[in-house]
């Protein structure tokens, strides 16, 4: 079975700040695809980023990135420059490459502060 | 736009009143699927659909059923709701065939409360 863990239920950085959330994984798959998705307070669900797992070089979008170590079964989400509007819950993702299902970590409510 | 729609946003029911949530989405995808969102757990997923008329169980199935008789619609029927269903709800959706690497495309929720 596979499983996501987020450590860090909750976390704060200060405006402009970087911060770093933290997400492992359990697979004996090789092949697979890493997501992070952002819920604002409204509730709506948005991806920020993914990663295949065959790709050595860590995704980036804009002020987020990756750091993707797949023998250690890593998958952290970095935070640069933090604006107001990042404050969310953010949930790490996994899914298997050829399948369908994803399967969520637990979360880690981000807040940015002033 | 290419979206889900989810029907109703907030929904206060009593136990054991039969009630529908509505979801329905307009990019021809095959695969869908339901959520449940409770605090401390993340998402759970209650039932999924890799085409018309063809569902199986996710990982929290007990109380819930669903229905996938058209492509574009994929309901979930509480056929006797209980307080330990009161959570937020997500349908989401994906191209299917085992191509999620595009993730998927969300709802934008049901809060039940079952009193």
């Known amino acids: 079975a596979q499983t996501v863990t987020q450590s860090q239920p909750e976390m704060s950085v200060q405006e402009a700040e970087t911060v770093t959330l933290s997400c492992t994984y359990d697979t004996s798959e090789s092949n697979y695809y890493l997501f992070w998705y952002k819920q604002p307070p409204s509730r709506q669900m948005i991806l920020v980023i993914r990663q295949e797992a065959y790709k050595q070089q860590n995704a980036t979008e804009n002020r987020f990135s990756v750091n993707f170590q797949k023998a250690a079964k890593s998958f952290s989400l970095k935070i640069s420059d933090s604006q107001l509007g990042d404050t969310a819950m953010y949930f790490c993702?996994?899914?298997?490459?050829?399948?369908?299902?994803?399967?969520f970590g637990t979360g880690t409510r981000l807040t940015v502060i002033p | 736009e290419a979206q889900v729609t989810q029907n109703p946003r907030y929904l206060i029911t009593v136990t054991g009143k039969k009630l529908t949530v509505t979801c329905s989405q307009n990019m021809n995808h095959e695969y869908m699927s339901w959520y449940r969102q409770d605090p401390g757990l993340g998402l759970r997923q209650i039932y999924y659909s890799m085409n018309v008329e063809v569902t199986d169980k996710g990982d929290v199935p007990e109380g819930y059923k669903v229905s996938r008789k058209e492509k574009r619609n994929f309901p979930l029927i509480l056929e006797s709701p209980s307080p330990n269903q009161t959570s937020l709800y997500f349908c989401?959706?994906?191209?299917?065939?085992?191509?999620?690497?595009?993730?998927?495309?969300f709802g934008s929720g049901t809060r039940l409360t079952v009193v």
């Open positions: 989401a959706s994906s191209l299917g065939q085992g191509r999620v690497g595009a993730g998927y495309t």
């Open positions: 993702a996994f899914s298997l490459t050829g399948a369908n299902n994803l399967f």
